[in-house]
């Protein structure tokens, strides 16, 4: 088989679909936000053809609507976490649980490197003993069992 023509060199570049991928580092082609139906939907404005340049469209700009700020003000939920809030003993580390203060400093890694990499030639000792046991026990079996 052959390979199809528009595989075969820069002649047929043009003809496959222009993807941000294959175009300049200033491409995008958006997530199809624009060609949703309704008001005030679509691009937010127009290009303009003398000169480089973008017209808005009051028309056009999206709006958004939010509660007057005295309700946001007024209401206990607040997008942070104060710092003196109150946390439940229980839930005071999560998975944290084991780090020392601070954070992870650069001995609590090096010792939690340490029994890991312990723990895992333990498992692979005893994943070659378990291996290693059955062969010996066959030899058993065989030095054991008379010649016929």
Do not use: W
């Amino acid at each position: 088989m052959h390979p199809t023509a528009a595989r075969l060199g820069r002649r047929f570049q043009n003809r496959r679909p222009l993807l941000s991928f294959r175009a300049n580092k200033d491409y995008y082609k958006g997530n199809r936000q624009s060609a949703l139906p309704g008001h005030r939907t679509g691009a937010p404005g127009v290009h303009i053809n003398k000169r480089p340049g973008y017209q808005l469209l009051e028309s056009k700009v999206r709006v958004f609507v939010a509660p007057p700020i005295e309700d946001i003000l007024a209401c206990p939920l607040k997008p942070y976490v104060a710092s003196a809030a109150h946390v439940p003993r229980k839930e005071a580390n999560g998975i944290f649980r084991g780090m020392p203060g601070p954070g992870l400093t650069p001995e609590h890694f090096l010792a939690s490197a340490q029994r890991y990499t312990d723990q895992q030639l333990e498992k692979k000792k005893a994943e070659k003993n378990q291996q290693t046991l059955p062969a010996a026990a066959a030899d058993a079996r065989s030095a054991v069992a008379p010649a016929s």
